[in-house]
């Protein structure tokens, strides 16, 4: 499968911005689709996860509550509605698709990920 991200720009504190992730190629052959972030000298963090099977979600807790993973299955579309944006938020976000795994929580870590997007900046002014 093949990622494309879009969306991030120059958003100001408290605003809002929408991530969209286009798959094409074969995104049913993933379970898993998920968001995650880089900022300058760190290391990539788990942002939100969906599947491909059904409606569940999961959030790391510092976006919970302001972010909102959601996927389009009849464009393979994986968005991120990000709200209440914070400076901390400045990152690239990358959008990612891998297999089912079943250890608690192994949604979040990158190793699980075979796909990834090129990544799209959101910056967000102190």
């Known amino acids: 499968v093949q990622l494309q991200a879009s969306g991030g720009g120059l958003v100001q504190a408290g605003g809002s911005v929408r991530l969209s992730c286009a798959a094409s190629g074969r995104p049913s052959d993933y379970f898993y689709m998920a968001w995650f972030r880089q900022a300058p000298e760190k290391e990539r963090e788990f942002v939100a996860a969906a599947t491909t099977v059904n409606s569940n979600t999961w959030y790391a807790d510092s976006v919970k509550g302001r972010f909102t993973v959601s996927r389009d299955k009849l464009n393979d579309i994986l968005y991120l509605q990000m709200n209440s944006l914070k400076p901390e938020d400045t990152a690239v976000y990358y959008c990612?698709?891998?297999?089912?795994?079943?250890?608690?929580?192994?949604?979040?870590?990158?190793?699980?990920?075979?796909?990834w997007g090129q990544g799209t900046l959101v910056t967000v002014p102190a």
């Open positions: 990612a698709a891998g297999p089912y795994c079943a250890p608690y929580r192994c949604y979040a870590a990158t190793t699980r990920y075979t796909a």
